[in-house]
């Protein structure tokens, strides 16, 4: 298959030095991307780099993906207007081994098979590098004026802060990986975010003068929302790839609540759904807007590919607890972690449980909570049947907080209203 083409019109190309897809089209081509270990999951933003290394695998290439043991010691300043706090080499560590963890849940490694993705830590090939031997043979091949020129370096130059020699040296530390990568593996190419050209074509540029060989790049675009936030951005941070520090309850809710101008772009981009498919879950989407198909479909690829179809399926499940009136059964099969996940951004007060225990009346009961401001409105909207424990309606006033079993022997899910929800738990 035509790579190239095909993440054309993903919207996944950028830039492109010209021969790349005439290079992919010609043969095996091994290419690699480079993860920064700032933390030890990747995030959402990582999702692009990983997607592109299983497309190349998918079209038949060799998929490198280079995780920066070294560089990530020194801080990349695109991007960045200030001087990053450098970590420490057992953080990094760290790091390095929590993401080659996530990497291998989506690219198939296997290093007895030559054709296979590979792992790559470009600490191993910096750890003995002397600064001198790296200026003698790296330092010599680029001027200064060539590395001032890129985007990256000159807005750091032109502020405030200006830029350290340790940052300003980084784009010649990820061009030398470039020149590393071709002559052990025969690797011809590399590719990233666009905000990664200058770094990614100082590479190009040293394998051409460091080992006479002919190299090849294509950045793609920067992911952004139609409203101008950030991607990949919550009210709670990063949205991240590791269950325990982004739930997939809230992983699959950030893509089901895409707007449609962002949910017609992202699932172009992060699913590998094939182009006439995509065309009628939109075209049908457009007829029925307000079912949010085209959302429900993205989220689904996207929670199934990073976590599981099991992840998804309780996605699922839980959504549908908070959003429909059927759902008790559902809620009481829930253990206290998938309930506290579900719950999460739930208002959550407590209440005693000696109190419940003796029965105080369900009038009172919401008041002390503070689920209502007084025992008037509390009183008011219960006679009406505004409010519902567990999912079940409270008939009436008479009822006592005893007569209501707990959820895990601990909480009570209070409804005010159609959507306003309160989870108590019983100390």
């Known amino acids: 298959m035509n790579l190239i083409e095909e993440l054309r019109w993903r919207g996944l190309i950028s830039n492109i030095i010209p021969g790349t897809e005439e290079q992919l089209l010609k043969e095996v081509t091994t290419g690699y991307v480079g993860f920064d270990p700032t933390a030890e999951s990747l995030h959402i933003g990582s999702l692009v780099p990983i997607l ?17 043991g070294a560089t990530g010691m020194i801080g990349d300043p695109t991007g960045k207007s200030d001087e990053r706090n450098l970590l420490n080499e057992e953080a990094l560590q760290r790091n390095v081994a929590g993401i080659k963890k996530q990497l291998s849940k989506f690219i198939k490694f296997d290093e007895s098979d030559p054709k296979a993705a590979l792992l790559v830590n470009n600490y191993d090939w910096f750890k003995d590098f002397s600064f001198i031997n790296f200026l003698r043979d790296v330092g010599k091949n680029i001027t200064v004026n060539y590395m001032m020129a890129k985007d990256s370096v000159k807005k750091r130059i032109e502020g405030d802060t200006g830029i350290s020699y340790t940052e300003f040296a980084y784009q010649l530390m990820q061009g030398y990986d470039f020149v590393h990568l071709y002559k052990a593996i025969n690797c011809k190419l590399q590719f990233g975010g666009s905000d990664q050209w200058g770094n990614i074509t100082t590479g190009t540029e040293l394998v051409r003068r460091m080992a006479q060989g002919d190299a090849y790049a294509f950045t793609c675009p920067l992911i952004t929302k139609a409203d101008g936030g950030k991607f990949g951005k919550t009210e709670k941070g990063n949205v991240w790839l590791d269950a325990n520090l982004t739930s997939p309850y809230q992983f699959y809710q950030f893509w089901l609540n895409a707007t449609d101008e962002d949910a017609k772009k992202w699932i172009k ?22 079912v949010r198909g085209l959302q429900k479909r993205l989220a689904e690829e996207l929670t199934t590919f990073v976590h599981s179809k099991e992840d998804y399926d309780f996605a699922v499940q839980a959504s549908e607890i908070l959003f429909s009136n059927s759902a008790t059964e559902s809620l009481k099969k829930l253990t206290t972690k998938q309930l506290l996940e579900v719950m999460d951004g739930v208002p959550q007060v407590k209440f005693s449980k000696e109190a419940f225990e003796a029965g105080t009346d369900i009038v009172s009961f919401l008041a002390e ?26 008939q009436g006033i008479d009822a006592k907080t005893n007569e209501f079993g707990l959820l895990n022997g601990q909480y009570l899910l209070v409804q005010k209203g159609k959507k306003n929800y309160y989870l108590v738990e019983i100390v």
Request: net charge positive.
């Open 52 to 68: 592109l290394l299983v497309h190349m695998q998918r079209a038949g290439h060799r998929p490198v993906a280079l995780i920066g």
């Open 269 to 290: 981009i992060f699913t590998f759904l094939p182009q006439a498919e995509i065309e009628v879950i939109i075209a049908e989407h457009d007829q029925q807007p307000h």
């Open 369 to 394: 909570t503070t689920i209502f401001p007084s025992k008037g409105e509390a009183r008011k909207i219960a006679q009406a049947g505004g409010v519902s424990i567990n999912k079940e309606k409270v």
